[in-house]
């Protein structure tokens, strides 16, 4: 990240999903700490669900170097949850794919 970038700031969280008594799915969601990112272009994609086809939002983001994140777990940034799907991790920083929860 170069000192000139508009950079947010994000929490991080880890993702415990469990199986509940009548079948259904229940999620957790754990603090791990706050991220600093530099925003990128949001972009979208189609995916076919049982609703039909549905646009589903990703978003591109570069944060510092970081164990903590992992393809999977949850960033919460400007009030909006995004997964994250996918880490590149660079000499200096690491990208990341994300996409929008419902």
């Known amino acids: 990240m170069s000192v000139g970038e508009?950079?947010?700031l994000a929490a991080?969280?880890?993702v415990t999903v469990a199986e509940t008594p009548y079948g259904g799915q229940a999620r957790t969601y754990e603090l791990l700490g706050q991220i600093w990112l530099a925003p990128g272009k949001v972009g979208g994609r189609r995916r076919n669900g049982p609703d039909g086809q549905q646009r589903i939002e990703t978003r591109r983001v570069t944060a510092g170097l970081d164990?903590?994140?992992?393809?999977?777990?949850?960033?919460?940034?400007?009030g909006v949850r995004w997964r994250i799907l996918a880490v590149a991790t660079g000499p200096a920083d690491t990208d990341l794919e994300l996409e929008r929860l419902a």
Not at 67 to 77: Q, Y
């Open 67 to 78: 164990p903590r994140l992992n393809a999977g777990r949850v960033l919460e940034v400007e």
């Open 12 to 14: 991080l969280y880890a």
């Open 6 to 8: 508009r950079r947010v």
